[in-house]
T-cell receptor, first 117, second 114 residues
Framework: DTEVTQTPKHLVMGMTNKKSLKCEQH?????MYWYKQKAKKPPELMFV???????INESVPSRFSPECPNSSLLNLHLHALQPEDSALYLC????????????????FGQGTRLTVV | QKEVEQNSGPLSVPEGAIASLNCTYS??????FFWYRQYSGKSPELIMF????GDKEDGRFTAQLNKASQYVSLLIRDSQPSDSATYLC??????????????FGKGTKLSVIP
């Protein structure tokens, strides 16, 4: 099973709302990622959790707050977003790079299409 | 600067031809190299990964890695219209303290003409 499941698939939220994106994997991976992708651009890394600890935060504004409750789940809490935050938000998982040179393939969920109005 | 470079294309090839996609990376400490295919509006799909110098073949796809030249490529044989997509090169680049960061190139848009 190489599936990463993200919910919801689509989300429209106002600038004063609070919402959460959810991601789940059951591949036994110990690294999970949030990426943001704008149209016609490559995915941009936001956060990396390795062994349930935040290992990389790519200077993301505090209106995005990640959470990793356990090794299978990853959340992204959203608050007071701006229209320019509208994008496709991708979750991915892999074995932590560096743990083993091989077997570090990252698999992506289908993404959440977020629109901020 | 940690970078992964790709030609953005578009790359157009006729159906049945070989499509050649190229990628270079700047950090010699990089390990693990991946090719993802992304259709418009969809998430990236892993199609090939390579860890060692040389060629790796999987069906119509061949990944080639040359660490001395810091170069990784993807060949698609017998290209089909369904191969038309954006191909993203991704590299695990060292980010300090034993961590690595999966970094993407900007992607090459491939069009296979029937």
């Amino acid at each position: 099973d190489t599936e990463v499941t993200q919910t919801p698939k689509h989300l429209v939220m106002g600038m004063t709302n609070k919402k959460s994106l959810k991601c789940e994997q059951h591949m036994g991976h110990r690294a999970m990622y949030w990426y943001k992708q704008k149209a016609k651009k490559p995915p941009e890394l936001m956060f990396v959790y390795s062994y349930e600890k935040l290992s990389i935060n790519e200077s993301v504004p505090s209106r995005f707050s990640p959470e990793c409750p356990n090794s299978s789940l990853l959340n992204l809490h959203l608050h007071a977003l701006q229209p320019e935050d509208s994008a496709l938000y991708l979750c991915a998982s892999s074995q932590p790079p560096g743990w083993d040179r091989a077997n570090t393939e990252a698999f992506f969920g289908q993404g959440t299409r977020l629109t901020v109005v | 600067q940690k970078e992964v470079e790709q030609n953005s294309g578009p790359l157009s090839v006729p159906e049945g031809a070989i499509a050649s996609l190229n990628c270079t990376y700047s950090d010699r400490g990089s390990q693990s190299f991946f090719w993802y295919r992304q259709y418009s509006g969809k998430s990236p799909e892993l199609i090939m990964f390579i860890y060692s110098n040389g060629d790796k073949e999987d069906g119509r796809f061949t990944a080639q890695l040359n660490k001395a030249s810091q170069y990784v490529s993807l060949l698609i044989r017998d290209s089909q219209p369904s191969d038309s997509a954006t191909y993203l090169c991704a590299v695990n680049i060292p980010s300090g303290a034993g961590s690595y960061q999966l970094t993407f190139g900007k992607g090459t848009k491939l069009s296979v003409i029937p």
